[in-house]
């Protein structure tokens, strides 16, 4: 019975007062703010190292892909068509 009527007051909130419940206070202030700038170099740093990390590991990947084939090619693979 709580978690309905905190569910449809939170509903309530939401629905009649929808600028105060959707805002966080950097976005109540000023645009062109230090807080502002400082929030999107943030949003842009974690992208560019979230990047990074996903690169690195795209190119280990390939690394140990390329380097499979590679022992593949030098290996004998008769033995393998053989039944035993």
């Not at 703010?33 to 974690?46: M, Q, R, T």
């Amino acid at each position: 019975m709580i978690k309905r009527v905190l569910m449809f007051v939170s509903v309530l909130i939401v629905v009649v007062l929808p600028d105060v419940a959707f805002s966080c206070p950097v976005c109540f202030g000023d645009k062109a703010s230090a807080e502002v700038e400082g929030a999107k170099w943030a949003i842009l740093f974690l992208l560019g190292v979230t990047g990074t990390v996903l690169s690195g590991i795209l190119t280990f990947v390939f690394y140990l892909r390329k380097r499979a084939r590679m022992n593949l090619v030098g290996t004998d693979t008769n033995h393998l068509n053989r039944e035993l």
